[in-house]
């Protein structure tokens, strides 16, 4: 049983690139959140979604972030223009169900911005 | 605004004995409560939930109780082992705006000496 695949584990950009963080959740989940780690900080939640449709982007900054879960193939998070405050790690969970139901995370990746 | 608070940043337990990770929150929206464990390098492990409807729940060496008026949570490791080493955060959500989003303390790093 696959748990919540996340890749690359490890992504290094200078400033001004593009990153782009893919999530796979786990098999038969339909739920996608994402959540950013600062260094010495809990996860801060950043936007959930269903396949094709963005719930609730409330904690994703509003300018150079986006995310998509298409009908196929992963979930994505988009950084474009990154800078050094974008260096944290970033996790991908999923779960069945919305309520009441534990998430499931993955590794993460780690984004370190030159 | 921090609603989940981990107020002990570290905890020191001998093997065998208990450890008591508390969690305070600042919402009484929240409904569900959650444990996960995290290692270096790892994404967070699920460990024990509680829903609001309860004051208790326990599976195996973990028990999580919860005191809804004191707005208090604790997560109780008996016995405690080595591998039980490791950041706990606690988690909670409600039926807010983003119900589904989880809002996680700042985590206690627990070691587990023998």
């Known amino acids: 049983n696959a748990g919540v695949m996340q890749n690359p584990r490890h992504l290094v950009r200078r400033r001004g690139q593009e990153a782009r963080l893919r999530c796979s959740p786990v098999?038969?989940?339909?739920?996608v959140y994402w959540y950013r780690q600062l260094p010495e900080e809990g996860l801060k939640f950043m936007v959930y979604?269903?396949?094709?449709?963005?719930?609730?982007e409330s904690g994703m900054p509003k300018e150079r972030f986006s995310a998509e879960f298409p009908k196929e193939g992963p979930s994505i998070l988009r950084i474009q223009q990154v800078v050094r405050g974008d260096s944290a790690a970033y996790f991908c969970?999923?779960?069945?169900?919305?309520?009441?139901?534990?998430?499931?995370f993955g590794d993460g990746t780690r984004l370190s911005i030159l | 605004d921090q609603q989940v608070k981990q107020n002990s940043p570290s905890l020191s337990v001998q093997e065998g004995r208990i450890s008591i990770l508390n969690c305070d929150y600042t919402n009484s929206m929240f409904d569900y409560f959650l444990w996960y464990k995290k290692y270096p390098a790892e994404g967070p492990t699920f460990l024990i939930s509680i829903s609001s409807i309860k004051d208790k729940n326990e599976d195996g060496r973990f028990t999580v109780f919860l005191n809804k008026s004191a707005k208090h949570l604790s997560l109780h490791i008996v016995p405690s082992q080595p591998g039980d080493s490791a950041v706990y955060f606690c988690?909670?959500?409600?039926?807010?705006?983003?119900?589904?989003?989880?809002?996680f303390g700042k985590g206690t790093s627990l070691l587990v000496t023998p």
């Open positions: 988690a909670a959500s409600g039926n807010s705006n983003s119900g589904y989003a989880l809002n």
């Open positions: 969970a999923s779960s069945g169900a919305v309520s009441n139901q534990p998430q499931h």
């Open positions: 098999k038969g989940h339909s739920h």
């Open positions: 979604l269903q396949k094709e449709n963005i719930i609730d």
